[in-house]
């Protein structure tokens, strides 16, 4: 194990482990930065430090189950939006801790938006989540009768064209 986590007090120590157990990475990460960065630790260390306690912990954490990715999960979802469905889109992103994952979001009219239905992480023995994310996308999009884009499927890009820039003007537009 990393020789930062013996820098750490005892109580800083159980806070990073009840955010580990809780599957709370982020929160895990900064509370570990927060504690040791006048000691000159840096956010990769301070990952690494918080990856190894999930290792430590093993099967008592309770990981996050993953966003469901059915039709009627995700048409809910989309329901609940604030206003029209006008596309639905996945988008690439990505961060330190979870590296590239995509999300998908309903493309709203009136008021003029997007909501958040799901995001798609890789999972061990899982498909891509470009994979992942294009199957759900497309299935809701057929399903709420409105088009689906994904501008990037092939490569991680969150730069990628979005579907409000790329698609053809309303008629009468």
């Not at 469905?85 to 988008?91: D, G, K, N, P, Q």
């Not at 590296?99 to 493309?107: G, I, Q």
């Not at 809701?140 to 579907?163: C, I, K, M, N, Y």
Request: net charge negative.
């Amino acid at each position: 194990m990393s020789g930062w986590w013996s820098y750490l007090e005892e109580r800083t120590r159980q806070e990073t482990d009840e955010n580990v157990l809780r599957d709370r990475r982020i929160m895990a990460i900064k509370v570990v930065c927060e504690a040791l960065r006048p000691l000159g630790l840096g956010l990769r260390e301070a990952e690494q430090v918080v990856l190894q306690r999930y290792e430590a912990l093993g099967d008592r954490v309770r990981y996050t189950p993953p966003d469901p990715l059915d039709v009627p999960s995700l048409a809910a979802r989309a329901a609940a939006c604030p206003g029209r469905v006008a596309a639905v889109e996945a988008i690439w992103d990505g961060d330190t801790v979870h590296d590239w994952f995509v999300l998908l979001v309903a493309v709203l009219d009136d008021p003029h938006g997007e909501g958040h239905l799901a995001t798609v992480y890789q999972r061990r023995g899982g498909p891509r989540p470009a994979t992942a994310a294009a199957e759900a996308g497309r299935a809701l999009a057929q399903h709420l009768g409105v088009p689906f884009h994904f501008a990037s499927p092939d490569t991680p890009d969150d730069e990628a064209p979005r579907w409000r820039t790329v698609r053809p003007p309303a008629e009468g537009a």
